[in-house]
């Protein structure tokens, strides 16, 4: 009997646990089309904000230990190139210093989709959460997109603060997804 009990007091316990998610590192290289941003300070990430970025390119290096993200920013009308490498700390998230210091991590990806999510700390110690939808495509599945709202809301990020930017913004005469 006791043996019963205890089977089934670890099987709920199990249950309850949710399953690590393993990110394919395969997947993450790349160039990617930024078609979807989200954050707890909507003030960052409106046109102009310092942490509205329009990713383009991601590269691995060491089985993606490291990770080279260039994205490109329009800040008072003037776009900029910008080239970040972030290196794993632990669990498969990534330190890098723009603005303060960011951390970030891959925390959905399907085949032409993927969902970052990062905290950054500005310089005077303010932590912003931010949540992005990439896609190698310029738009994404509704099953992709309602995944990125849901993890968003997880996160702590309310769903109305969910701005889509793919059509935002020319950067770049070569990239027609900024339009």
């Not at 999510?117 to 738009?139: I, P, W």
């Not at 599945?141 to 020319?170: R, V």
Request: net charge negative; glycine share 6%; with cysteine.
């Amino acid at each position: 009997m006791k043996i019963l009990l205890l089977t089934l007091v670890l099987g709920v316990v199990c249950a309850d646990q949710e399953p690590q998610s393993e990110t394919d590192h395969s997947v993450i290289p790349g160039e990617w089309y930024t078609t979807s941003i989200a954050s707890d300070d909507t003030e960052k990430i409106q046109e102009n904000g310092p942490l509205r970025g329009y990713s383009c390119w991601i590269e691995c290096i060491s089985n993606c230990s490291t990770v080279a993200i260039t994205f490109y920013q329009k800040i008072n009308g003037e776009c900029r190139k910008y080239i970040v490498v972030g290196t794993s700390t632990k669990d498969d998230i990534y330190k890098v210093d723009f603005l303060g210091e960011n951390y970030f991590q891959f925390i959905f990806q399907s085949s032409d989709s993927l969902v970052i999510y990062s905290e950054n700390v500005d310089d005077e110690g303010k932590v912003t959460l931010v949540t992005e939808l990439l896609a190698k495509e310029h738009s994404v599945s509704e099953q992709d997109y309602q995944k990125f709202k849901e993890l968003t809301e997880e996160k702590g990020i309310p769903a109305e603060n969910i701005e889509d930017i793919i059509n935002t913004g020319k950067v770049l005469e070569d990239k027609p997804y900024l339009k």
